[in-house]
């Protein structure tokens, strides 16, 4: 064979592969995609225990430990739920009594171990932080996906700091979110200081008014739009109409004390927000330190660990039984999320350090199949044994219970990515 000749063979050989491999790439991008069982749940309320809440002290309790004996086991005794053979640890009694809307999934897992901000931004973002590319949240991932429930109000709400990790990423802003600290005052930079009437509010757009027909002169109009676009959105979620969501004062006062603390008054927020059209909120639970560490229970964190569990617990299942109340628990999944673990083992100080080879996310309501528990650890919480549910699966099957193929891509300009990372749902909680 002449050289010439098989260049030509080999170019023709080569052409024909790829476009056999473009098929194969267009069978597995369309028509053959994988396709899963959808969910009911229409909104998200993602609890996010910051600093990373022990397993073993909370939703899968083992044998007793003892911290100064430094004997691994868990730190509360173990009771009951109203779901046969599932217990949780004795903090968490109000939750024991719905555990029948409750699944705890109990063998989430990944390779972040020793770093919080890593392990934060991969339970938020379902991914390892990359160089090239900034990966949206799961919370704008819904937004971007499924857009507010009603006109007027945003998609997304994060009551709590905000961080890189709970944002859009390569999105856009249009999937962010909308902050707040406090939860009275509503959103940081909407509401109206009081020095300001609305004479004054008046004259301030009217203003602003004269400012955007001089900007036409030196912007053109596309870039104009964007602002125009934001400048309604912020004009309109200041009015009454979104800002009386919160005034948690029209709420009954029993109602109010039964969800507790700050914290709870955050868990109340939230189903206000959902109940007018806000699709996902994250409501942080560490925010005050009640426990002198939050869930990044070291040392003295330990000891006062339970006094966090409470306040999740009376929060959590108020919460609960009011969506219920409202007929909205089968359509508000509720996930509580942490970064990573914690080992049986203690410390030298008496607490307990990192493991993200196996912990526990809770998801409630959402219309999902509940079960009290999903998966099987070892003795020590340190191993899955039956039910493995790796981190894009996790996130697969919150997407497939608010409607979202857990297959699909999203595109980072012209560069498509999996929306899980090829995660795989737990179709049993699916039905």
């Known amino acids: 064979m002449k050289r010439r000749q098989f260049f030509q063979i080999a170019g023709a050989g080569g052409l024909a592969a790829g476009a056999n491999l473009g098929l194969s790439l267009g069978s597995e991008g369309g028509q053959h995609i994988a396709h899963f069982p959808k969910g009911k749940a229409e909104h998200c309320i993602h609890i996010w225990l910051g600093g990373g809440a022990a397993q073993i002290d909370t939703w899968d309790p083992k044998a007793l430990g003892d911290a100064k004996a430094k004997k691994p086991g868990s730190y509360y005794p173990a009771i009951d739920t109203v779901v046969p053979g599932v217990q949780v640890c004795e903090h968490l009694g109000r939750c024991a009594q719905v555990m029948d809307r409750i699944t705890a999934v109990r063998t989430v897992n990944h390779d972040v171990i020793d770093e919080h901000a890593a392990a934060s931004n991969r339970m938020h973002t379902g991914r390892n932080v990359s ?92 870039a104009l739009s964007g602002y125009d676009e934001a400048l309604e959105e912020s004009l309109r979620l200041a009015g009454p109409k979104f800002m009386e969501v919160f005034d948690l004062k029209t709420e009954k006062g029993d109602l109010r004390n039964s969800y507790g603390g700050e914290f709870g008054q955050r868990c109340l ?163």
């Open 131 to 222: 160089g090239t590319t900034v990966y949206p949240s799961l919370g704008s991932i819904v937004a971007h996906e499924k857009g507010a429930a009603e006109e007027g109000v945003p998609a997304y709400v994060v009551i709590g700091y905000p961080n890189f990790s709970r944002g859009p990423g390569f999105l856009g802003a249009k999937a962010g979110f909308l902050y707040l600290l406090d939860t009275e005052a509503g959103p940081a930079g909407l509401k109206r200081s009081d020095h300001v009437t609305l004479s004054r509010q008046s004259r301030r757009e009217a203003l602003l008014a004269k400012m955007r027909e001089s900007a036409t002169e030196f912007r053109n109009e596309e």
């Open 269 to 431: 927020l939230a189903r206000r927000l959902i109940q007018r059209g806000v699709r996902f909120i994250e409501v942080s639970h560490n925010m005050n330190f009640v426990n002198g560490t939050g869930w990044d229970t070291h040392n003295a964190g330990q000891l006062n660990q339970h006094i966090l569990i409470e306040e999740l617990d009376k929060a959590m299942s108020t919460l609960i039984t009011d969506l219920e109340a409202h007929g909205l628990l089968d359509k508000t999944l509720i996930v509580v999320n942490t970064e990573f673990g914690r080992p049986s083992a203690f410390d030298g100080g008496g607490g307990r350090g990192h493991q993200g080879s196996v912990f526990s996310v809770v998801l409630a309501g959402g219309g999902l199949q509940h079960r009290g528990a999903w998966g099987v650890t070892d003795d020590l919480c340190k191993e899955p044994l039956e039910g493995a549910c790796g981190v894009p699966d996790l996130f697969a099957t919150i997407l497939a219970d608010l409607g979202i193929e857990p297959r699909k891509e999203l595109f980072d300009g012209d560069r498509p990515v999996p929306i899980t990372d090829q995660g795989t749902p737990i179709v049993e909680l699916l039905g």
